[in-house]
């Protein structure tokens, strides 16, 4: 199943988040059966505001649990976390 990790960051985080982005950044690469697509979030002023993440697990707890698990989320840097399941609908 499909979910989407959206997640809204602290304010001030870009020092913390630099210092854990290598840590991140291998989480992500350690399941590559897991992570689908990822990136940063922007406003319209092109400052970053947040992650969003879309991943394949078997169920929301597993997909709760491996957001949860990502350095970023267990650093703090977020102010709030969302997973949601995704139906798929059109994909190109």
């Known amino acids: 199943m499909l979910y989407v990790c959206y997640a809204e960051d602290?304010?001030?985080?870009?020092e913390k988040r630099a210092a854990l982005r290598e840590q991140h950044v291998?989480?992500?690469?350690?399941t590559p059966e897991v992570v689908l697509?990822?990136?940063a979030l922007f406003d319209g002023?092109?400052?970053r505001?947040?992650?969003?993440?879309?991943?394949?697990?078997?169920?929301?707890?597993?997909a709760q649990t491996w957001?949860?698990?990502d350095p970023w989320s267990k650093a703090g840097l977020f102010k709030?976390?969302?997973?949601?399941?995704?139906?798929?609908?059109?994909?190109?």
């Open 10 to 14: 602290q304010p001030d985080t870009g």
């Open 80 to 92: 709030s976390q969302k997973v949601a399941r995704v139906q798929k609908g059109t994909w190109h």
């Open 37 to 39: 697509l990822g990136g």
């Open 49 to 62: 505001v947040g992650s969003c993440i879309i991943i394949s697990a078997p169920d929301f707890t597993t």
């Open 67 to 69: 957001f949860q698990n």
């Open 45 to 47: 002023s092109d400052a």
């Open 26 to 30: 291998a989480y992500l690469h350690e």
